[in-house]
C-alpha cells in the first residue's frame, strides 16, 4: 500500500467538505471499453485500493460524454472514436450524498499513451468472468449488470 493509499481515508472527510460547499451536486463518469477478446480495461488508482473502471468527476462547464472521454485519455490512453453510449445512471448515496455516477460504453477507440501521471499506478485488461480478486465491489456489479449476470441497480 502506498502514502496516497494510506492518507486516503483521513483526507476523505476534507474532500467531501469542499465538494459538499463548492457544489450541491456531485457527479461522476465511468467508462466501459472492451478489447477484440471481449476483456474489459480496468484501472488501479495510486490513492484507491482495488481495480475500477476507468473514471472521475464532471468539470463545471462539462458535458458528461465531454467528461468520459477526457477520464479515459488521461487515466488509460482510450481515444473514443464515436460518441460514448449511456449504459446507466445510479445514485451514491450511501457513500455521499448527492453523487450520482453515469456509466458509459465507448465501443470505437484508439490506444495511445495516457495523459494523466501519478494517479494510475497500474492499467489491465480482464475478462469479465475472471476479474482480479480486489476488482472494487462497485466494479464487479456494474459489470455483473452489463454483461447480463444481474439485474441493474440504481444504487451504485
Do not use: C
Request: proline residues 5%; glycine residues 10%.
Amino acid at each position: 500500500m502506498n502514502w496516497r493509499q494510506r492518507i486516503e481515508p483521513f483526507s476523505r472527510p476534507f474532500f467531501f467538505a469542499w465538494s459538499r460547499m463548492s457544489r450541491g451536486m456531485t457527479l461522476g463518469v465511468r467508462g466501459v471499453v472492451t478489447d477484440g477478446e471481449g476483456r474489459v480495461l480496468l484501472v488501479k488508482h495510486t490513492y484507491l485500493a482495488g481495480w475500477w473502471l476507468p473514471g472521475g468527476g464532471v468539470d463545471r462547464g462539462e458535458t458528461t460524454q465531454t467528461a468520459v472521454i477526457r477520464e479515459l485519455r488521461e487515466e488509460a490512453g482510450v481515444i473514443a472514436r464515436s460518441a460514448p453510449r449511456l449504459i446507466s445512471i445510479h445514485s451514491n448515496e450511501r457513500f455521499f450524498r448527492g453523487d450520482h455516477v453515469l456509466i458509459f460504453a465507448v465501443d470505437d477507440y484508439d490506444l495511445t499513451e495516457r495523459t494523466s501521471h501519478g494517479e494510475i499506478a497500474a492499467i489491465g485488461w480482464f475478462a469479465p468472468d475472471a476479474l482480479p480478486e480486489d476488482a472494487h465491489r462497485s466494479t464487479r456489479a456494474r459489470l455483473a449488470e452489463i454483461f447480463g449476470q444481474a439485474p441493474a441497480d440504481p444504487e451504485w
